[in-house]
């Protein structure tokens, strides 16, 4: 289904600061790097190939950087460019690749909200995490965790449904 022109608009017109970024690129690398640029804004991460983009948001993005949709075929998705391209995106952007302390505390926020959610209740996030944060015993969980769980539970099951199978960015 093709995006209409108020999404394209939106979602992947680039900014005039986003347009300094991407002044100094030529061909494909201008036109993939405004393209992971707008994604990540869009969807938190970065796409992992061309696969993943729609076509309109291609060519509306191309037509911006001066470029043709098709020289997007020549963009390099993984190896040293692609991951200088995603840190100048995350710096620009005020992120930051997670360290071993955010990531600990992570695990802690979930943990809690776990702990918080009682025995009764399931879903899939929990599950998920319950692979890298060891379950509690239900000696450790209390009903009245309930009260304000739903928040940091929410919280949780964003970071990682926007973070499952990358790496975490805080």
Same mark, same amino acid.
């Given at each position: 289904?093709?995006?209409?022109?108020?999404?394209?608009?939106?979602?992947?017109? *680039?900014?005039? !600061?986003?347009?300094?970024? %991407? /002044?100094?690129?030529? =061909?494909?690398?201008?036109?993939g790097f405004a393209l992971a640029l707008k994604f990540y804004a869009r969807a938190?991460?970065?796409?992992?190939?061309?696969?993943? *983009?729609?076509? !309109?948001?291609?060519?509306? %993005? /191309?037509?911006?950087? =001066?470029?043709?949709?098709?020289?997007?075929?020549?963009y390099e998705w993984s190896g040293r460019t692609a991951e200088y391209h995603r840190a100048q995106v995350r710096r620009h952007l005020g992120f930051r690749e997670c360290s071993a302390e955010d990531a600990d505390a992570f695990r802690s926020r979930c943990r809690q909200a776990m702990q918080a959610s009682g025995p009764g209740v399931d879903c899939p996030e929990k599950a998920s995490l319950a692979s890298i944060i060891p379950e509690p015993s239900s000696r450790s969980r209390s009903a009245g965790r309930l009260v304000g769980a739903t928040k940091v539970s929410t919280g949780c099951r964003l970071v990682y449904q926007r973070t499952a199978g990358q790496p975490l960015l805080l």
């Open positions: 289904m093709p995006m209409d022109l108020d999404e394209l608009v939106e979602h992947w017109t *680039l900014l005039e !600061d986003e347009r300094q970024l %991407v /002044a100094g690129k030529r =061909g494909a690398t201008r036109l938190g991460r970065f796409p992992r190939g061309r696969a993943e *983009l729609d076509d !309109d948001a291609v060519a509306f %993005v /191309a037509r911006q950087v =001066g470029v043709l949709a098709s020289d997007l075929g020549f």
